[in-house]
C-alpha cells in the first residue's frame, strides 16, 4: 500500500492484498488504519482509483462513493474514480 495526503485528501495510490491474504479482513482492517491516521493528519476525504475488474466492491462496502468513470474501450471495462467523507 502506498499513497499521500496532501491538500486535505488522502490519496490512496495503490491497495493491494496478496490473494492467499484475501477474505481475513487484512484489507478492511489496513484501510481503517490509513484512514484513522489521514484523519489525524487534517484529510477531510480520501480518493482512489481503480479499475472495474479490480476492486470497486470494495471500496463501495468502505463507504467510498463513485464519482467518475472512464471507459477503456475495450473489455467493456473501465477506470473508476472513488472518494469517501471521512470527517
Do not use: N
Not at 470494495?58 to 467523507?85: P, Q
Request: glycine share 12%.
Amino acid at each position: 500500500m502506498w499513497g499521500r495526503t496532501e491538500l486535505g485528501l488522502l490519496f490512496l495510490d495503490m491497495f493491494f492484498v496478496p490473494g492467499h491474504l484475501r477474505g481475513k479482513s487484512y484489507g478492511t482492517r489496513l484501510l481503517a488504519l490509513v484512514e484513522v491516521e489521514a484523519r489525524r493528519r487534517g484529510c477531510s476525504r480520501a480518493v482512489v482509483e481503480t479499475s472495474s475488474f479490480q476492486a470497486p466492491r470494495f471500496y463501495a462496502r468502505h463507504d467510498y462513493e463513485e464519482f467518475g468513470r472512464v471507459e477503456f474501450g475495450i473489455g467493456g471495462h473501465a477506470r473508476i474514480f472513488l472518494r469517501k467523507h471521512l470527517e
